[in-house]
Structure formats: C-alpha cells, structure tokens
C-alpha cells in the first residue's frame, strides 16, 4: 500500500514537471530588477593583439570563420573598411578553430542611427564554446543598452538569461566598445556529470562585469540552464539576430588559449 502510494506520488511529481516544462515561456527566465548602475568608462582599449594571440579578424577577411549552418560554406557576412558587419540573412558564424581555456578580446559597435526597442535593438552575442549547428554555446549579450531598457539578464554584459552585469559601462550608439572575456570550459566526470561549471569574467569598456561567475549550463531561450552534454574545446560563434534593427558590427578580435 505505501509502496503504491509513493509510486503515484514519484508519477505525480513526473507528470507535473512534465506540464510545467510544457507550459514554461521566456519570460519565466527573465529578470527586470534591480537594474546595474551606470558607470561612465574612462578610456576603452582597443587592444591589438599580443604576440601569443590567434587573430581571428584583423580588418582583412573571414579566413577564420565559416557559416554555423553550414561548415562547409565560408562566413558570408560584410567586411568593409577594416570592419565586419552582421549579414542577418545569411545566419550566425563560427570559428574554425576550437578554443579550450582562453582570453578574448572583440570590439563591437552599434550603428549610430539604431531603431527599435528592448532585445530588438542592435542585438548579437558572443557564444563561448559552440558544439556548432544546434548547439547554443553560452551566450555574452551584445546589445544597445545605453538608453533601451529590457530585462536586466539580457542586456550588454550579461550572461544571456543567466546573470545581469555588475553594472552598465556602455557607451552610446556610434562608439566602439570592448569585451575582454577570461573563460574557462566546464570539466566532466567519467559518467557525463559536471565536474567544475564553467566559469567567466568579463570587462566591459574596461569595467569589470563579470567577476568570475560559474554558469549554470549553456544558454537556454526557455527553461533553466544546466549541462546536458559532456565537451572539451569549443567553437566561438557570433549571432546574427532576427531582430529588424540595424545590423551592428565587429573588428579586432583575438584570442589567447590559456
Ligand atoms: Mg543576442
């Protein structure tokens, strides 16, 4: 009888986690408040890159990059002028190359005369180890957040649904801004199970963003984060957002695998 009793109990429980995960929207995972201050940088670096670095956009080419759709096919967004621009149409990019525990610079700017509101707003990202097509990586939110508010834990600096910045250095549309990302990968067990998170620290403009934070898992759109697949080395992807807002560009991007 209580064997019973606890089984319809274990079944019950199932089938409610099973209805909540069905009925889960994004908006579970966002987060309004208490919003980063803002902080005005003092100077941004726009750091070249050091000796030991592996240059992945130096203002020339795309050599570095293929299509995230189709590895085969090269990246087909725009560089111009010593700058990469986001072609929406032809979908996200990724590294060649895989990338353990590495530094990375990458400089960013939304266009000066952005439109639009919230996540619809000069939106990209920065994903720290990409599995490739389907995988999301863990996504650093590139974002206009000089003066459009959205969700805390999706604005420039954060760790996309998982964690707000320490505080909000960016600049206005028009100027260059710059992440420099310390990221150390997840390590695994034998068996699949996470044996130390991932962790990353961020300087935004120089301010620091994100002080060694562990993650709870790839980023997810919908649900709670957590590691479901065991990885090594990973691929850097770059987002190109479906938003309608003007596409926003990149240039000087390096990394040094530590
Ligand atoms: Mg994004």
């Known amino acids: ?87 929406k149409n032809a979908g996200n990019i990724e590294t060649k190359k895989s990338f353990g525990n590495y530094q990375l610079h990458i400089e960013w700017c939304i266009p000066k005369n952005i439109t639009g509101s919230g996540q619809g707003r000069g939106n990209s990202g920065i994903f720290l180890a990409s599995l490739g097509k389907g995988d999301p990586g863990y996504e650093i939110q590139v974002l206009d957040s000089y003066d459009n508010k959205t969700y805390v834990n999706g604005m420039a600096g954060s760790i996309y649904k998982q964690f707000a910045p320490l505080c909000n250095p960016t600049l206005k549309p028009g100027n260059w801004q710059a992440y420099d990302i310390a990221w150390k990968a997840p390590t695994f067990n034998e068996d699949g199970s996470v044996k130390s998170p991932a962790t990353v620290t961020i300087y935004l403009n120089g301010v620091l963003v994100q002080n060694n934070v562990a993650l709870l898992g790839p980023t997810q759109y919908i649900g709670k984060p957590s590691y479901s697949v065991k990885h090594g080395a990973a691929l850097i992807k770059l987002q190109a957002h479906g938003d309608k807002s003007e596409p926003i560009s990149f240039r000087n991007i390096w990394v040094r695998e530590l």
Do not use: H
């Open 1 to 87: 009888m209580k064997i019973k009793y606890s089984l319809s109990l274990v079944l019950l429980s199932f089938m409610m986690t099973n209805i909540q995960a069905q009925n889960a929207k994004p908006e579970d995972t966002e987060v309004w408040s208490p919003e980063p201050p803002k902080v005005t940088p003092s100077k941004v670096i726009y750091a070249k890159p050091p000796s030991d670095a592996v240059v992945l956009f130096d203002g020339k080419n795309l050599d570095e990059w293929v299509s995230n759709a189709d590895r085969d096919k090269p990246a087909d967004w725009t560089v111009k002028s010593g700058i990469l621009t986001v072609n």
